[in-house]
């Protein structure tokens, strides 16, 4: 059994604790130590019956534990960039985790501290970057690339060929057309379906997806054209 921390117990940090729990039932794999998450009030306490262990800072307690970060709010997806930069940790150090119920490919690549909860599928070629959150039931489909730290909202959907930049936020249901490209950190409505390629950090809404306005990035956050 590898020791595990959790960053982050917000809604994400809960369900990626529960697919710990489906990939245990499967096969014993991790001790879940707790979560780490620098709301003040929830050190001490317990979220669904794990503990908060502290703020984030406390992983230099726990050097041989795996780590993941499960933030991620729509309305502020940035973060787990920044923690991941901030706690300045060597890439061994975090798990992937795949629930159970996700179909990943033989010919598919999932980086470190990417969680792919129940229902997800990956079909053949898709390269999955580092830290990516991928919600229940999201689809990848051939030869996808998705870059570090994109997040997928719960059942969106993609054609072949579509590549998805570092930190983007696809919402739950949208679908994207075949060999299109999504840049880096833009973000796609809930429902959105995208015929055109998006634009690096902006927001595009709607069936066809249209423009609706910039990404408001924080003055830290860097995004390669
Ligand atoms: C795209 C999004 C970020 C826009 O949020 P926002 O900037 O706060 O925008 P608002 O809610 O103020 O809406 C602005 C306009 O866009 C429209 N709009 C917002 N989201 C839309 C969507 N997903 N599809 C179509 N239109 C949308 C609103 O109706 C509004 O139109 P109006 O000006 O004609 O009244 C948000 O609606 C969204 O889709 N977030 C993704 C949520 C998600 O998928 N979560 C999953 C995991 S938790």
Same mark, same amino acid.
């Given at each position: ?14 369900? *990626? +604790? ?26 001490? *306490? ?8 502290? &703020? ?14 499960? *933030? ?23 798990? *992937? ?101 998006? &634009? ?23 995004? +390669?054209?």
């Amino acid at each position: 059994m590898e020791a595990l921390l959790i960053v982050g117990a917000g809604g994400f940090g809960r369900e *990626t +604790a529960e697919a710990v729990g489906a990939v245990n039932d499967d096969k014993p794999t991790y001790e879940l130590l707790g979560f780490l998450d620098d709301n003040p009030d929830a050190a001490g *306490t317990e979220v669904d019956g794990v503990p908060v262990l502290g &703020p984030i800072s406390s992983v230099a307690d726990h050097l041989d534990a795996k780590v993941i970060v499960s *933030t991620g709010h729509p309305g502020f997806y940035f973060s787990r960039k920044r923690i991941v930069e901030r706690l300045g940790l060597p890439p061994d150090r975090y798990a *992937t985790l795949i629930h159970p119920l996700a179909s990943v490919g033989r010919s598919v690549e999932v980086g470190g501290g990417t969680v792919l909860l129940a229902g997800a599928v990956a079909t053949a070629g898709v390269r999955i970057g580092s830290h990516v959150a991928v919600m229940p039931g999201a689809v990848f489909t051939h030869d996808d690339v998705i870059g570090d730290y994109a997040t997928f909202g719960s059942g969106a959907r993609l054609a072949g060929r579509v590549t998805v930049g570092d930190g983007a936020y696809i919402g739950s249901g949208a679908l994207i057309r075949q060999s299109l490209t999504v840049g880096a950190w833009a973000l796609v409505g809930l429902g959105a379906v995208v015929l055109e390629d998006v &634009p690096a950090a902006e927001v595009w809404v709607g069936v066809p997806a249209r423009r609706l306005r910039k990404v408001e990035l924080p003055a830290d956050l860097v995004v +390669a054209p």
